[in-house]
């Protein structure tokens, strides 16, 4: 199994187009002893773009279920793959996340469409869209646990094949923000008024209002919150500056009694 990583890892290095990747999964994962496999960005499933990857072979018409209803969004191997950085069974997916009702609906509905145990390699890249590999078995056949780890390799090697494809055919930069515009998104970004921000910065508010048009402009979206989505996945503010941990309240000291 290592000379099947091995080998995958230096073809897949050399892929050119992900045609040509999803062929060369596609054989590894059989090698593996998996049924099925889905490389992808997990956005590709809500809209289609350029610089969204998703191949796999799964049932075609869990597929369209899944497209059509919109099901991809509440997917609880994706809402898990969020929260690791190792590759997990399908089978842990309830010591990873609470599992709703709605979560235990899609995994019902998928193995209805043929679909039976899994493993899935995470593929967090800050500034980019979540992603992942998965492998799976079909109904009634189990998971190969041994190899599982030479899977999580391949899933690896897989997923940086298809950002280099993707990059060496979509070269698309983030726009430039000036020092001004990043400072107004990052103090939109905890919920501040054009006013407070004026106020902040030592600005008038109509200034505020110029560089806050700018960005929105240089994204080419139209509300404020569009506009702190973009930021964040183009690295201009971290979630840190979004969501910045609540103060700790200081203890009140008791004087000793006497």
Not at 11 to 17: E, P, R
Not at 155 to 168: D, N, P, S, T, V
Not at 175 to 189: D, N, W, Y
């Amino acid at each position: 199994m290592r000379r099947l990583v091995d080998r995958f890892g230096e073809k897949a290095s050399t892929c050119a187009s992900v045609e040509e990747l999803r062929l060369l999964l596609e054989a590894a994962a059989f090698d593996l002893g998996f049924d099925h496999f889905a490389l992808l960005h997990h956005a590709s499933l809500g809209a289609e773009a350029a610089d969204h990857v998703r191949i796999d072979n799964y049932p075609g018409s869990w597929v369209e279920e899944i497209l059509a209803t919109g099901l991809a969004a509440h997917d609880p191997v994706h809402v898990a793959s969020r929260r690791c950085l190792t590759g997990f069974a399908w089978s842990e997916l309830g010591s990873i996340i609470p599992l709703d009702v709605r979560h235990q609906a899609i995994l019902a509905r998928s193995r209805m469409h043929g679909l039976g145990e899994g493993f899935t390699v995470p593929a967090n890249v800050p500034g980019e869209p979540s992603g992942s590999c998965s492998f799976a078995v079909r109904q009634g056949v189990s998971l190969p646990h041994e190899r599982l780890r030479c899977a999580e390799l391949v899933g690896a090697h897989a997923f940086g094949a298809a950002r280099r494809i993707l990059e060496l055919t979509v070269r698309a930069e983030r726009p430039r923000l000036s020092r001004r515009e990043t400072e107004c998104v990052r103090l939109i970004a905890i919920g501040k008024t054009d006013w407070e921000i004026a106020r902040i910065l030592g600005l008038s508010i109509e200034t505020v209002r110029q560089y806050v048009k700018r960005a929105r402009a240089a994204y080419d979206v139209v509300t404020r919150t569009q506009l702190v989505v973009h930021g964040l996945r183009d690295d201009w503010l971290s979630l840190s500056d979004a969501a910045p941990l609540p103060k700790q309240k200081k203890k009140r000291s008791i004087p000793p009694s006497r």
